[in-house]
C-alpha cells in the first residue's frame, strides 16, 4: 500500500476566460514537478464544457503538499484565480483504500 496523497482540484472559469485558465494550469506543471515531492502533476480539461477543467496530482506526503502551497508559482496562480474562476475551486484529498 502507498502512502501517497492524490489530489483533484476542480476548476470552471468565466465566460471569455478559459484559454487563461488552460495557459495558468499547463505552467504550473513544470516547477510543480520539479518540487520534492512531488509525483505527478497533470491538467485535464473537459470536452463538453470548455469552462471546466482539473488538476490530478500525486504527492509524497501531506508535508510536500503543503511546502507546494506556500511557493511563489502556487502563490501566483491562487491570485489569477480569483479573477478567472466563476467560484472558488474545489480540492480533493485522496488516499488509498486499504486493501
Not at 39 to 52: E, I, K, S, T
Amino acid at each position: 500500500m502507498s502512502n501517497t496523497l492524490t489530489i483533484v482540484a476542480s476548476f470552471t472559469a468565466r465566460p471569455g476566460q478559459e484559454e487563461r485558465l488552460r495557459d495558468e494550469l499547463n505552467a504550473m506543471i513544470a516547477p510543480s514537478l520539479a518540487e520534492e515531492g512531488c509525483l505527478g502533476y497533470q491538467p485535464f480539461a473537459d470536452p463538453n464544457r470548455v469552462d471546466r477543467m482539473i488538476i490530478v496530482e500525486e504527492w509524497a506526503s501531506s508535508a510536500a503538499l503543503d511546502h507546494h502551497f506556500s511557493l511563489p508559482h502556487f502563490k501566483h496562480i491562487a491570485q489569477a484565480l480569483e479573477e478567472i474562476l466563476t467560484e472558488p475551486f474545489t480540492l480533493r484529498r485522496l488516499t488509498d483504500i486499504p486493501a
